[in-house]
């Protein structure tokens, strides 16, 4: 079974800080996608990912597919409180066309 | 308006007791799924049906039962339902299944059994 660990599990910062959150995996994927779920709904797609080392960025945040295509990152400048949310990556194997395989999710807070 | 949507929005219901969540989408796609989300937050796909055809089915007790009547439409049917099936499941659906696709997904069901 693939497993995509990320972190930090939960991350509370103030509004104007920047952070980080790693997906990392052993397996490697076909392509990799960042979701960002708010409470009491779905998961809404931010971007998808499919080169190794490509970098791509959405206003303020940036996010990055590892060389070897088992790593991504998702960096945001300067958070926000509307950043809150559940932030989860979802990479896509070589051998199946639709499974989706999610990370085990990033809690962020950003407060006032 | 609703892109995918789910009804009920919750459920509570006694152990034992079978039940059916409804998922329609209006985006003209070809790929439904359904998904459990737990209560650590963590999402993991059931099944999946393109053009009400079933092409996922993951390690799923044989009490969960989805059923595509059209490629609208993906309901799920849980039989004897348990403790442990309390969850969020989340309906989605995708223009054709293909890879780097955008998955669209509905409001989630809260299901709680007691």
């Known amino acids: 079974t693939q497993l995509l660990e990320q972190s930090p599990q939960f991350l509370s910062i103030q509004e104007g800080e920047n952070l980080t959150v790693y997906c990392n995996s052993s397996?490697?994927?076909?392509?990799l996608q960042w979701y960002r779920q708010e409470p009491g709904e779905g998961p809404v797609l931010l971007v998808t990912?499919?080169?190794?080392?490509e970098v791509k960025k959405l206003k303020r945040l940036t996010f990055q597919f590892g060389d070897a295509r088992k790593d991504s990152s998702l960096h945001i400048t300067a958070a926000q409180p509307g950043d809150t949310g559940l932030y989860l990556c979802?990479?896509?194997?070589?051998?199946?066309?639709?499974?989706?395989?999610f990370g085990t999710g990033t809690r962020l807070q950003v407060t006032l | 308006d609703t892109a995918v949507s789910q009804t009920p929005k919750y459920l509570v219901t006694q152990m034992g007791n079978d039940k059916s969540i409804k998922c329609e989408q209006n985006l003209g796609h070809d790929t439904m799924y359904w998904y459990k989300q737990d209560s650590k937050k963590f999402l993991k796909i059931m099944f999946s049906y393109n053009n009400k055809e079933l092409i996922i089915n993951e390690t799923v007790p044989n009490r969960f039962s989805p059923k595509s009547p059209d490629k609208a439409h993906l309901n799920l049917h849980i039989n004897s339902l348990e403790l442990g099936d309390s969850a969020v499941y989340f309906c989605?659906?995708?223009?054709?299944?293909?890879?780097?696709?955008?998955?669209?997904f509905g409001p989630g069901t809260r299901l709680l059994v007691l």
């Open positions: 990912v499919v080169t190794g080392g």
């Open positions: 397996s490697v994927f076909s392509s």
């Open positions: 979802a990479g896509r194997n070589t051998g199946t066309a639709s499974k989706l395989t």
């Open positions: 989605a659906s995708s223009p054709s299944g293909r890879r780097g696709e955008t998955q669209y």
